[in-house]
């Protein structure tokens, strides 16, 4: 298997909160990363309004000169107040979204990997409910539909990467300590079942990566705005898969060079299928961090 190689971006909140000059360095700086695919993984804009979308369509657009692009709907982008608890069924919720960028629920192949979208985004959903106020329309869950989906894409992938791709973070974030999916448990479950071998997230704010039970890599990505975790600078993340192992590299923003330096990696082996050899690579390098 050659090396897929995929650019991974988060939380990009088109609107009041955008860091326009980390936009324009994106623009710049990935045609010379050369990924395979752009991954975008929700919130793409900050209120869901035709404007924010416009220029979020015109960012993807401007990417896809490089590389074909996978985005999702994050809460950001969920007109729920249109039909809260689904009373007017799931259609209003993602109109808009849908209008700009397709099904929300999107998939893409390209030579070497199957990338399947899953909405975890619903708004105000009994599916997303919680004992904590805060969380209100801002939880999301990942439905049995939406992972069974995934697997059935994935298993006609053969060798392939396979990857899922959904807004709200999967693993607790570090700084926050705080899970973005509601019956967080269920959804590691279902995702580790699923046959996938990387889950690709974002909401949080701040990157990670690690691995759920059974070598599932799990990969956040940062955001591009004034509302970085802790203040800290912004992260996004170059993905890299062979045969043999997922490699998470961190590429952090530097406002004084305007422009995006590495900042540090982690490598992870890629866990073997049924009835193919295992493969011994080096010991995975730690999360570096500056």
């Not at 995702?191 to 799990?218: F, I, N, P, R, T």
Request: glycine share 10%; proline share 5%; charged share 20%.
């Amino acid at each position: 298997m050659n090396v897929v190689r995929l650019v991974h971006l988060s939380d990009l909140h088109f609107g009041a909160k955008v860091d326009l000059d980390q936009i324009v360095a994106l623009e710049r700086l990935i045609p010379g990363l050369q990924p395979h695919a752009i991954v975008l993984s929700g919130d793409l804009t900050q209120r869901a309004r035709h404007g924010e979308f416009q220029r979020a369509l015109a960012f993807a657009e401007q990417l896809r000169r490089t590389a074909p692009v996978l985005a999702v709907a994050g809460n950001h982008d969920t007109t729920w107040w249109r039909s809260p608890f689904g009373v007017l069924g799931d259609g209003a919720k993602h109109a808009k979204y849908r209008r700009y960028f397709g099904d929300p629920r999107s998939a893409l192949t390209i030579p070497g990997a199957v990338l399947v979208g899953a909405l975890s985004s619903h708004g105000l959903a009994f599916g997303s409910m919680t004992w904590n106020l805060r969380d209100l329309t801002v939880k999301g869950h990942l439905p049995g539909a939406e992972v069974d989906r995934a697997a059935a894409r994935f298993r006609e992938a053969g060798d392939a990467l396979r990857v899922v791709v959904l807004h709200h973070n999967v693993r607790r974030g570090q700084l926050s300590q705080r899970m973005g999916l509601a019956r967080w448990k269920q959804a590691q479950r279902r995702l580790a079942a699923c046959g996938a071998d990387l889950v690709l997230c974002g909401h949080d704010h701040q990157e990670s990566v690690g691995q759920l039970e059974g070598g599932v890599v799990v990969a956040a990505s940062g955001t591009h705005t004034s509302m970085s975790r802790g203040g800290r600078p912004t992260v996004f993340n170059l993905v890299e898969a062979d045969g043999n192992a997922i490699r998470v590299r961190f590429l952090q923003w530097e406002r004084a060079r305007r422009t995006f330096a590495p900042a540090g990696e982690a490598r992870f082996a890629r866990t073997p299928r049924a009835g193919q050899a295992p493969v011994v690579p080096p010991p995975a390098a730690p999360v570096q961090t500056r």
